[in-house]
């Protein structure tokens, strides 16, 4: 079996070195040594301010969701994982779904525009795959109107747009660190932004909202990272430009050799880019349905990110407040995606077998 990802995990007895500085001081979570100097190393390694560990991805998008009391609408795209949609919910919004370019797959900012009303707060973009929207664009809006803007850079650890890192755009980008991503510390994530109060705030919305032993100031949350996730982060983040320069060789290499028989990808705008999805865009929606079940009876488990759209789950479509456009482009894309199995220790060969057997497919189908 093949499947799309596959969690890289560092050295056993690396690992154990920093599990018996846990051991010895008996520090498991509550702000702990090894999660400080995680976020101390994260920061400088992706060229950020300020950077939270979280307990996990979602939980970082719900706290920067709270920590700039938002009110009704926020803007979104239809096109990602269930998170990001989900929290606009928890956190009583109404989500405001606007189409996607269908070239790199973010948000269509002309169409974020038609879609602001006076009830709108925000915008929650999403660099899908870890391509990078377009941020010029989607600021100018949120500054014309006097919107929050939030970035889920979910997929896009260590990505660069113009020479510069891409977790710097917005007024708050969000990290996942779960297994299945480009860096993982099994769960996990993290909350960036530029701004000293929103950071000062975030930290101790994280912790419950206490101060002091004797001080809560805000109704915060637990969304603290414990010790055992930061030392897999530390472990992870010493191979991690290693990992992702294999994720290229096998990104090029698919690209190389699967045939331009009905496919194409997503158009990439990074400076640098982390090659964390391997999308494929396929002509025909039934010969991207022959093409999965096919793989699948092989042993390999390509996944339809993200198919259905979420704007398309029944609780949607069910709450009167949503507002669930046409989004011709979103549907289309969603309907011919599919992502093949990348990760550092995939075997070339593994590759070469996949795109012949996916261009066997595709040319009989």
Request: include cysteine.
């Amino acid at each position: 079996m093949i499947n799309v990802t596959k969690p890289e995990l560092p050295p056993l007895e690396k690992y154990i070195e920093y599990l018996q500085t846990i051991w010895s001081n008996s520090w498991i979570t509550n702000d702990g040594p090894l999660s400080q100097l995680l976020e101390q190393r994260l920061q400088t390694h992706l060229g950020v301010k300020h950077l939270i560990a979280v307990a996990n991805g979602t939980l970082a998008l719900h706290c920067a969701l709270r920590i700039l009391h938002l009110k009704g609408e926020v803007i979104t795209t239809p096109f990602t994982f269930a998170a990001t949609t989900n929290v606009i919910l928890w956190e009583n919004l109404v989500p405001v779904f606007a189409d996607i370019d269908s070239e790199t797959f973010n948000l269509d900012p002309d169409d974020v525009e038609r879609n602001i009303t006076d009830k709108t707060s925000a915008i929650l973009a999403v660099h899908i795959y870890g391509n990078p929207c377009y941020t010029e664009q989607l600021q100018e809006i949120a500054d014309n109107h006097h919107l929050h803007l939030i970035y889920d850079a979910a997929h896009a650890f260590g990505v660069e747009y113009e020479n510069r890192p891409l977790l710097s755009c917005g007024h708050i980008s969000t990290l996942s660190f779960h297994a299945t991503k480009v860096y993982q510390t099994g769960e996990g994530g993290a909350i960036v932004s530029d701004d000293d109060r929103i950071v000062e705030q975030l930290t101790l919305i994280r912790n419950h909202g206490i101060k002091s032993e004797t001080e809560v100031v805000i109704p915060g949350t637990n969304a603290k990272m414990n010790e055992l996730q930061a030392a897999m982060g530390l472990c992870n983040l010493e191979n991690i430009e290693r990992d992702i320069e294999s994720r290229k060789t096998i990104y090029e290499r698919y690209k190389k050799k699967l045939s331009p028989n009905g496919l194409r990808f997503q158009e990439i705008t990074a400076s640098k880019y982390n090659y964390s999805y391997m999308p494929i865009y396929v002509d025909s929606i039934e010969k991207k349905e022959r093409l999965h079940l096919e793989l699948l009876k092989r042993g390999i488990t390509p996944r339809q990110y993200f198919y259905p759209l979420t704007a398309d789950y029944d609780y949607f479509k069910r709450d009167r407040r949503t507002k669930n456009n046409s989004l011709p482009k979103a549907r289309d894309v969603s309907r011919r995606i599919l992502c093949l199995p990348i990760y550092p220790s995939l075997d070339i060969k593994a590759v070469d077998s996949i795109t012949d057997l996916t261009n066997s497919i595709l040319e009989d189908s």
